[in-house]
């Protein structure tokens, strides 16, 4: 089981760049294939980015070439990089991890809010 807390979330300006730690405790970190999914107001909870347990990434088309994903499987850690941020990014991030089994885990969330 992994437990996840996400942080770095705020408000910032059309343009500007913030990034998202996720920490994650527990057991077999390097195992999981981790994520960022976002919700908005009103609307579902959608892909942001993935990154596999061999690091391969996948991104939502609305965020390729701004936003990048990594992860430090030595601090347990999932970043979320995001550049050029819009006020349609505006919204509530998650973390997610899927275990080998294809359990999945969430955090509680960090607001991001675009907005001049």
């Known amino acids: 089981q992994v437990q996840l807390v996400e942080s770095g979330g705020g408000l910032v300006q059309p343009g500007g760049s913030l990034r998202l730690t996720c920490v994650a405790s527990?057991?077999?970190?390097?195992?999981?294939?981790m994520g960022w999914y976002r919700q908005a107001p009103g609307k579902q909870r959608e892909l942001v980015a993935v990154?596999?347990?061999?690091?391969?990434?996948n991104y939502a088309d609305s965020v390729k070439g701004r936003f990048t994903i990594s992860r430090d499987n030595a601090k347990n850690t999932n970043d979320l990089q995001m550049h050029s941020l819009k006020p349609e990014d505006t919204a509530v991030y998650y973390c997610?991890?899927?275990?080998?089994?294809?359990?999945?885990?969430w955090g509680q969330g960090t607001q991001v809010t675009v907005s001049s």
């Open positions: 527990g057991s077999s970190f390097s195992t999981y294939s």
């Open positions: 990154i596999t347990r061999v690091g391969s990434t």
């Open positions: 997610n991890a899927v275990s080998q089994f294809s359990r999945a885990y």
